[in-house]
Structure formats: C-alpha cells, structure tokens
C-alpha cells in the first residue's frame, strides 16, 4: 500500500467517523477532508474546488429549485387533497399515504415531498385519535423508495449517472432507472401498506399540541400588586431584570380590565392589577413573583377552568426543524424571536418527548419540534424564513397559487429534453429553474432560499475526495479486496456484497456520500470482473437510497423521528425486512434490465 492511498484510507476513515459522531455538519466535514487531501497533494490544486461546477452539483441544485416551484404552484397541495377521502382505514390510509409520498418523490426533491405530506399524516391521525407513528415511518420510507424511479429522485442517482460517463458511456438519462426503481418502489410499498406499517412502535397517542407537551403544569397566572415597583413601567424593564437573576419565564398574555392582549409588546406600560399569563417552571416563577411585586392568581376551581381557557385560546402551533434552518445549534435568545419574528417558543420537544430544561439553555437540533405561540400572519412568516415546517394545520402551508398548467408545462418540457437525450439534464432543469424566475412561478429569493446549500458544499467536495480515491488506487484496491471474496462465485453474489456495504454505510452517513465513496470502486469491481460497469452503477444507486435502518442515514428519517416518537432503535425493525426485499427485488431487475456485457 502506497503512501497517498494510506492518507486517503486515513482521511475517508476519518471524514467517516465524524459523519457518524454528528458533532459537526456534514458539509463542514467533508470540507476539512478536501483540504486536507489538497494540501496533501492527492488532489491538483486546479481541481480542488472544481466539484462546484460539476453537472451533478449542478442538477441537485436546479432540482430544489423546481420543486420549490411546484410547491408555489399548488401542484402538489392539489394532489395531497385526495389524501382527505382516504376514510378511517389505517391501511388504506397507509397506502395512499405511502404510495402519493413515493410518486411525488419521482420527480421532486423527497425531502421536500415528505415535507408537505407530513402535517397531512399527523392531522389524520389527531383526528381518529390514533398514533402519528403509524403513519410517519411508511411515510418517510415511502419518500426513499419514491426517490429510486428517476434520475431527480434523489442526489444518489445524479451522482451515479455522471460516473457511468466515467466508465466510458453515456450518462443514465431521465427515466433510465425506472425499470428498476419501479420494481423496488411497487414491492416496497405493497409491502409497508400490508405488513410493514404493523411493526412500527405506537408511542405518541395524543390529539393536540397542549396535549403532547403538557404545558398547563408550566402555564400561571400572577397578578400584579398594587406596591410592586414596576408599575407604571416597561414589560422590558421587569423581563431584563428576570433575564439577570436567570430565570426562564415567557410572558404569554395580558388581562387587564377584561381586555386580554396574546403576547403583549415588552414596551407596554404595567398598571397594578394586570394579570399575566406566564410560563415557567416552579423556581422561576417564585423568582418572577419576587421581583415583579406579583401574586397568584387563586379563587378556587373556577381558576382551573379559566387556565385552561387561557391555553386553549394561546393560538399555539408546532413546527419541525430542518436540517437548513438557522436555528440549528442556535439557543432562543441567541435567535431572538420575540423580537425579531414576534413569535415564542413555548415548549420543545425531542425524540417524542418534551425537554424539560430551561428554554434558554436548549440548542435546537435538525428533528427538534417546537411548540411556538404568535399569530397566524407570524408563524407563517417565520416558518418560511426560518425553514420549519408547520405539523397537522394545513392552514400554515406556505404557499400561493400559481399558474399551474405554465409550471407543469415548463416542468414537464425540461424532462422530455432530458429524457429523450436532446439536452443534458443539467442544462434542462436549469433552463426550467430560470423559466420559473422569469414567468414569476418562484422569486429569486425563493430559489436561493430553496437550495439546501450543505448538500451543495458536501458533494462538492465530497467529488475530488472520490476521485483522489481512484488517483491513487484506493479504489482498485478495495475493488480488488471485493474480486478476491466474490470473484469466483456468481455475479448475483457480487451485486448483493456491494448493495450490502453500500446499504450500511449510506444508514450512517449522508447518502449522496456514500455515492460519491462507493461508485468509484463498482467501477473497478466490474473491470476486474471483466463485465460493464451499468449493473454495479445501479445497485449502488438503489443501495445508496436504501437508509431503512436509521435515523440518521436520511433526512426523511430524521424528520419523523420527534413527531413520532421513535427511538433509535425503532427504525431496523420495519427497515430491515424492507432492506431484505429491496435487495432481494433489485438484483434480477438489475440483471434484467442492465445485463453484464463484456467489458
């Protein structure tokens, strides 16, 4: 083993650790690994950052922005309306479900199909009084299989089509993988709407958000006193001063004189006998009392009653967090979103249950729900600008009816040329993204806002790091390992250990990465093999999309885990058959429809 391939196999086995730690984006690790190769000299120095304009690059990010655009054309809110006549079945809810999810994720960004499904799963669930987890998990893997059918479904396969020019062909066009990923799809979800949706934990049974997060043990009302020294004051002044003893309190509302104000501005003058709607913990809220002069409001059961109105009436509503919005390990004072997108984070919620410790020490984290109060004007505006996304209210789905009929016509165009090979599909969908802009489908501001610039960044480096892999001979070498295990045994043997490999490594890391690692070396397998590179291309496509067993190896699985109530644990036991089937459906079809030729 030579030296530049011992750096690499240090590097990769470093970037790789990290990706599974999770301390640090994905992005940033795989950014630190290009550099470190590059200053190495493994990569020359013109080619560093050439990942940037690769055409796979080039189509994800022309891929988001049409999604985006679907979206605001009410494409897809028109499709999911069927989704409401589904009946009270959970299997045939499941099935619709999963099945919309999958078609959907064809021909848009998965996460992004996931996304605007989701508040419609919940929302069906809440209503039958049944458990969101039932439905969330089919969803999510609904969303994968979906991503399988053709080239846009997924990064994974705009990455596999430009190696395939690699190898010394054409790259895989539009609808080139829908022979197989039909086939996979179709078994996929026939499988999850009869049995797969069975073996998913029923944890979460509640039917609101007040519910979920049992905020009425955090919910008080206190009332001002007639000595207290903040009359005649500034909110702002007594929050300050509660902010400096440390205290973690939330002003909700305000009553005064039978008038009542959700979320009173911090600049409202305080009168003795205002009551405050507050939430805090109970050593907050002694702190609260003593320094606001204030006290509680009691008057026996009626009291009871009244707080409970009060919750009900706090216009609250839960939001998800995604991998781009920047809240992510970011805390609520540090955002400042009273202030600044006049809503509060009243509760949040992580992996199924509410966190119990002060809102401000919580740094949010991709999944995170949070249980937000403000108007609807507000919440609206700050879930598109913090990209989060609104859960069982349809009412806060952000988006504006468009010409319809001029955004799928456009759509459709830019995949015609692409399918039939008349344009590259990166010119195509680039060309549909600017037609978008300028018939005012999306803003430019949307389509910069729909880009998911950490997985622009990551396959950006993630591709000089593959070929710096195949430079050196890491990728002959590793193909060579695989040739001496499998070589003498049938081709079907050889496709199921690098489905296998690609399968696992895609559940711990981010799949286009595991594209990216992986195809270099069923390249090399299939030469050592002496056989075309195209049925090993597209296993490790299929494979790299196949992240059942985690919930860490797929976005779509990452958002489910909170509003379901999943552990870690959960996802292998419907994941796992679901692997088995994919593997055992895609081989033949692969063979079928990609036969070995001599290489």
């Given at each position: 083993?030579?030296?530049?391939?011992i750096?690499?196999?240090?590097?990769?086995g470093?970037?790789?650790?990290?990706?599974?730690?999770?301390?640090?984006?994905?992005?940033?690790?795989?950014?630190?690994?290009?550099?470190?190769?590059?200053?190495?000299?493994?990569?020359?120095?013109?080619?560093?950052?050439?990942?940037?304009?690769?055409?796979?690059?080039?189509?994800?990010?022309?891929?988001l922005?049409?999604?985006?655009?679907?979206?605001?054309?009410?494409?897809?809110?028109?499709?999911?309306?069927?989704?409401?006549?589904v009946?009270?079945n959970?299997a045939v809810?499941?099935?619709?479900?999963?099945?919309?999810?999958?078609?959907l994720?064809?021909?848009?960004?998965?996460?992004?199909?996931?996304?605007?499904?989701?508040p419609?799963?919940?929302?069906i669930?809440?209503?039958?009084?049944?458990?969101?987890?039932?439905?969330?998990?089919?969803?999510?893997?609904?969303s994968?299989?979906g991503?399988?059918?053709?080239?846009?479904?997924?990064?994974?396969?705009?990455?596999?089509?430009?190696?395939?020019?690699?190898?010394?062909?054409?790259?895989f066009?539009?609808?080139?993988?829908l022979p197989?990923g039909?086939?996979?799809?179709?078994?996929?979800?026939?499988f999850?709407?009869?049995?797969?949706?069975?073996?998913?934990?029923r944890?979460?049974?509640?039917?609101s958000?007040?519910?979920f997060?049992?905020i009425h043990?955090?919910?008080?009302?206190?009332?001002?006193?007639?000595?207290?020294?903040?009359?005649?004051?500034?909110l702002?002044?007594?929050?300050l001063?509660v902010?400096e003893?440390?205290?973690?309190?939330?002003?909700?509302?305000?009553?005064?004189?039978?008038?009542?104000?959700?979320?009173?501005?911090?600049?409202?003058?305080l009168?003795?006998?205002?009551?405050?709607?507050?939430?805090?913990?109970?050593?907050?809220?002694?702190t609260?009392m003593?320094?606001?002069?204030a006290?509680?409001?009691?008057?026996?059961?009626?009291?009871e009653?009244?707080?409970?109105?009060?919750?009900?009436?706090?216009?609250?509503?839960?939001?998800?967090?995604?991998?781009?919005?920047?809240?992510?390990?970011?805390?609520?004072r540090?955002?400042?979103?009273?202030?600044?997108?006049?809503?509060?984070?009243?509760?949040v919620?992580?992996?199924?249950?509410?966190i119990?410790?002060?809102?401000?020490?919580?740094?949010?984290?991709?999944g995170?729900?949070?249980?937000?109060?403000?108007?609807?004007?507000?919440?609206?505006?700050?879930?598109?600008?913090?990209?989060?996304?609104?859960?069982?209210?349809?009412?806060?789905?952000?988006?504006r009816?468009?010409?319809?009929p001029?955004?799928?016509?456009?759509?459709?165009?830019a995949?015609?040329?692409?399918?039939l090979?008349?344009?590259?599909?990166?010119?195509?969908?680039?060309?549909?993204?600017?037609?978008?802009?300028?018939?005012?489908v999306?803003?430019?501001?949307?389509?910069?806002?729909s880009?998911?610039?950490?997985?622009?960044?990551?396959?950006?480096?993630?591709?000089?790091?593959?070929?710096?892999?195949?430079?050196?001979?890491?990728?002959?070498?590793?193909?060579?390992?695989?040739?001496?295990v499998?070589?003498?045994?049938?081709?079907?043997?050889?496709?199921?250990?690098l489905?296998?490999?690609?399968?696992?490594?895609?559940?711990?890391?981010?799949n286009a990465?595991?594209?990216?690692?992986?195809?270099?070396i069923?390249?090399?397998?299939?030469?050592?093999?002496?056989?075309?590179?195209?049925?090993?291309?597209?296993a490790?496509?299929?494979?790299a999309?196949?992240?059942?067993?985690?919930?860490?190896?797929?976005?779509s699985?990452?958002?489910?885990?909170?509003?379901?109530?999943?552990?870690f644990g959960?996802?292998?036991?419907?994941?796992?058959?679901?692997?088995?089937l994919?593997?055992?459906?895609?081989?033949?079809?692969?063979?079928?429809a990609?036969?070995p030729?001599?290489?």
């Amino acid at each position: 083993m030579s030296v530049e391939q011992i750096i690499v196999f240090v590097v990769l086995g470093l970037t790789l650790a990290l990706f599974i730690w999770g301390r640090w984006r994905y992005d940033v690790v795989a950014l630190m690994a290009l550099l470190v190769v590059a200053l190495a000299g493994l990569v020359p120095s013109h080619d560093v950052f050439s990942g940037f304009g690769h055409p796979a690059v080039i189509t994800v990010a022309a891929v988001l922005v049409l999604s985006r655009g679907l979206v605001n054309a009410g494409v897809v809110d028109a499709i999911a309306r069927i989704l409401w006549r589904v009946g009270d079945n959970t299997a045939v809810q499941v099935t619709a479900l999963t099945g919309l999810v999958a078609l959907l994720s064809g021909f848009m960004n998965n996460i992004g199909a996931l996304a605007l499904l989701m508040p419609v799963a919940i929302t069906i669930a809440r209503r039958q009084g049944s458990s969101p987890s039932v439905l969330l998990m089919p969803l999510a893997f609904g969303s994968l299989l979906g991503g399988m059918l053709t080239l846009i479904g997924t990064p994974p396969n705009i990455i596999i089509a430009n190696y395939r020019e690699q190898a010394g062909a054409d790259p895989f066009r539009m609808f080139d993988f829908l022979p197989v990923g039909l086939g996979v799809a179709v078994v996929g979800v026939a499988f999850i709407s009869l049995i797969g949706w069975r073996l998913a934990p029923r944890r979460v049974k509640d039917t609101s958000a007040e519910d979920f997060f049992d905020i009425h043990d955090y919910v008080t009302e206190v009332q001002i006193q007639d000595d207290s020294e903040y009359t005649a004051r500034p909110l702002r002044e007594l929050m300050l001063d509660v902010e400096e003893e440390e205290a973690d309190v939330l002003i909700l509302g305000m009553s005064r004189d039978r008038d009542s104000e959700l979320m009173p501005p911090m600049l409202t003058i305080l009168e003795a006998g205002d009551t405050l709607l507050v939430e805090a913990d109970p050593e907050s809220l002694v702190t609260f009392m003593e320094i606001a002069g204030a006290e509680l409001v009691t008057g026996g059961e009626s009291d009871e009653d009244g707080l409970k109105s009060a919750v009900e009436s706090l216009n609250l509503r839960e939001v998800i967090v995604t991998e781009e919005s920047p809240l992510v390990g970011r805390t609520v004072r540090t955002i400042d979103l009273r202030r600044r997108y006049g809503m509060n984070v009243v509760a949040v919620a992580r992996r199924g249950g509410q966190i119990r410790k002060p809102l401000r020490e919580i740094r949010f984290q991709l999944g995170d729900i949070l249980l937000v109060q403000g108007s609807e004007d507000a919440v609206r505006r700050g879930c598109s600008q913090l990209q989060c996304l609104p859960l069982a209210d349809r009412g806060l789905q952000l988006r504006r009816p468009q010409s319809m009929p001029l955004t799928l016509g456009i759509f459709g165009g830019a995949l015609a040329l692409a399918a039939l090979g008349l344009v590259p599909a990166e010119v195509a969908l680039s060309g549909a993204a600017v037609l978008m802009l300028l018939t005012g489908v999306i803003s430019p501001t949307e389509a910069y806002d729909s880009i998911d610039f950490s997985i622009i960044v990551l396959l950006a480096a993630m591709i000089p790091l593959g070929a710096a892999l195949e430079t050196t001979g890491g990728a002959q070498l590793i193909a060579g390992g695989l040739f001496e295990v499998a070589g003498a045994a049938p081709l079907t043997v050889s496709l199921m250990i690098l489905m296998i490999a690609t399968m696992l490594l895609s559940n711990v890391v981010n799949n286009a990465a595991a594209a990216i690692l992986v195809a270099p070396i069923a390249i090399d397998l299939a030469n050592a093999i002496g056989v075309s590179a195209d049925p090993f291309l597209m296993a490790v496509a299929v494979a790299a999309s196949a992240a059942f067993l985690t919930p860490i190896g797929h976005q779509s699985c990452t958002l489910v885990m909170a509003p379901g109530g999943y552990k870690f644990g959960d996802y292998w036991r419907m994941g796992l058959p679901v692997s088995i089937l994919v593997i055992a459906t895609a081989i033949p079809l692969i063979l079928w429809a990609w036969p070995p030729m001599p290489g």
